[in-house]
């Protein structure tokens, strides 16, 4: 049972094109060579484009393919062929059994009425019977937990409250292929949990596909990973470490913005590894120690100052902080210059590329002097491929006596 | 549970034949939404509204009395009708409000679902039902208006009648189907949406709605030349006891309009998903 392919995409191409009035026009001709059921191969017209290119993968029941790429990668365009809204130029998808996409919540809802009401209009649209919405409209409300507000108007609802109802209406859809495209992000925490746990729920008996921009979500719920970029495929397999990293090599993060308040700047710096060798780019492997020196220009006499380094991700989270006050540390002016080492002991990251921020600060006026984004960067190189931040050193022993 | 398998390619791969026969199960699938929505526009529309039914013979009636008021003032001298004049007004134009919305109701479906075109996968057949049932209410809202106001001139009701339901469907099934073909290039140019009515107002001077066509001249044969004419003719002939003109001609139309929804039907199933890539959510 858990072998049967359900999702099955064979070379899939579409265009697209880039201005309107074209656009309009190609369709017209395509109406027209529809209706007289041209078979001519669609080759690019004018200023057409390939919005997905020739795309394949399989999706047996049980996995999980997660889909990422950059804004415009083509991943949307994907799922709309995936879901039959509109068909490919070229090639074929073959989709097994009932298919349910959460690409939007709350469709069909009419603002006017009340939920009650709409609870009707939406799992309509998302294709539930008559018969079937009666039996499951209880478990709805409950899902939902929208209580008392279930007869007023959807237009005085927030956005939260709508999305709960969409979510709860079709969270009682029992799909063998499950499409989801970033409905999640909102709504509070509580509902979150509550839908993660839904979706965990179908997920042993689907065949799902997940759009999303949280690497996080990805790496915990996938089993296999697609990397879009300008319609192409650019990463597939079931390496999903390797794959969220090459997204992330994707973005170029090396502008620098200079926040100081006096006549401050940062005169060099760089990196050393555990081998002690100076790289322009760093390599180090996880748990090794990373040392820091920087050199900075300020005004003479200024020397009570405080320290503190921030190593960003690729997502642009801030994972860990290293900060001289917690050692009381203060480093000497000569003529000017400060120059400052740090190491930075054991840093337990998972593999990927990492950013360095400066912060000085002046510990007598409170006054921040100088915060610079990144100043430097540094690799973490792939050893153990795993979801989390952080692969913690650990000690295994047999406790079995 | 049927396991279905769906397969996805380039529209240019399918027979005519399938695609007629994916449109009628396309048509009975999605019946239970049509009605759904159907019962939440209508709904909506009423819910926030005070005069309610009001205003779907209200247009009707305003230049139904425009043309009456002309006619009583002397203001206009039309041909004479063989039935009383304000009676023959009215039923002109609430046949020809029909009409317009019939051709008008796939195009304002399709664009007032937008929203879940481009994101739910759902039997687009269910816009078309969804209009028609939207058509059929409002219709039955005018033809009380009509009865009411036959009760009101004690016209006799004659077996002709049973006419003219028929014909009613038929005339309505023409002008839904032009609308279903002229859908995706209406929802591709605008241009579609807004000739639409000036030619209707313009067709409306060429067919005796207002007024009946006149025993000679030029008008004369325009009209006699204009098909509408003669649907129109038939309708209210049928209504009013009044034995139906050229009854071939009639059966001809009625077969065209057959064979013409079927062709619609098939390039509306062709042409959504193409529209569908162009539209915005």
Known sequence: ?401 | MIFQTKIYKSASSYSAFTLLKESFSGYRESFYLARQLAKRDIRAQYRQSILGIFWAFAPVLMSASVWIFLNLTGTIQVSKTPIPYPLFVVIGTTLWSVFGECLLMSISSVNANKSIITKINFQKEALVTLGAIKLLFNLLIKLALIIGLMLVYNMPVSLSVIWFIPLLLISMLALISVGIFLTPFAILYHDITRVIPIIMQILMYLTPVVYAAPKSGFMKSIMYLNPLTHIINGLRNTLTGYPVEHGFFLLIFALCTILFSLLAMIVYRISMPIITERMSA
């Open chain 1, 1 to 401: 049972m858990n072998e049967e392919v359900l999702i099955k995409v064979e070379s899939v191409s579409k265009k697209f094109s880039k201005d309107l009035k074209k656009s309009l026009y190609f369709g017209l001709l395509d109406v027209f060579s529809g209706v007289i059921g041209s078979t001519k191969k669609r080759e690019l017209r004018g200023d057409e484009f390939w919005a997905v290119k020739e795309v394949c993968f399989e999706v047996k029941r049980g996995e999980c393919l997660g889909l990422i790429g950059h804004n415009g990668a083509g991943k949307s365009t994907l799922l709309k062929m995936l879901n039959g809204l509109i068909l490919p130029d070229a090639g074929s998808v073959t989709m097994k059994g009932k298919v349910g996409a959460l690409i939007e919540l709350g469709a069909g809802f009419n603002p006017i009425l009340t939920g009650r009401e709409n609870i009707y209009n939406n799992a309509a649209v998302i294709g539930f019977t008559k018969k079937e919405i009666d039996a499951k409209f209880d478990s709805i409300i409950e899902f939902s937990e929208i209580g008392e507000f279930l007869d007023m108007p959807v237009q005085n609802y927030s956005s939260g409250m709508k999305v709960r109802l969409g979510f709860a209406i079709a969270a009682q859809m029992e799909p063998d292929i499950l499409i989801i495209d970033e409905v999640l992000a909102v709504g509070d925490l509580g509902f979150k949990i509550k839908c993660m746990n839904r979706i965990q729920e179908l997920l042993k008996k689907t065949a799902f596909i997940f759009v999303s921009h949280a690497m996080t979500q990805i790496s915990t719920i996938c089993t296999n990973l697609i990397l879009m970029d300008h319609g192409k495929v650019e990463y597939n397999g079931n390496d999903i470490g390797i794959g969220i990293e090459q997204y992330f090599l994707k973005f170029k993060n090396t502008e620098q913005q200079i926040i100081s308040s006096s006549n401050i700047s940062l005169k060099s710096i760089e990196l050393k590894g555990n081998d002690s060798v100076k790289k322009n780019e760093l390599s180090i492997f996880s748990g090794d120690s990373l040392t820091v020196i920087f050199e900075l220009a300020l005004e003479k006499g200024i020397e009570n100052l405080k320290f503190r380094l921030g190593i960003f991700n690729l997502e642009y989270r801030l994972l860990a902080e290293v900060d001289s006050e917690q050692v009381d540390f203060t480093a000497s002016n000569k003529n000017g210059i400060v120059k400052v080492s740090v190491v930075v002991e054991k840093l337990f990251l998972r593999n990927g590329k990492y950013n360095l921020h400066l912060h000085v600060m002046n510990r007598d006026s409170k006054q921040i002097m100088l915060r610079q984004s990144n100043v430097a960067e540094f690799f973490v190189k792939p050893t153990l491929s795993v979801g989390a931040d952080f692969l913690l050193p650990s000690k295994w022993s047999d406790a079995n006596e």
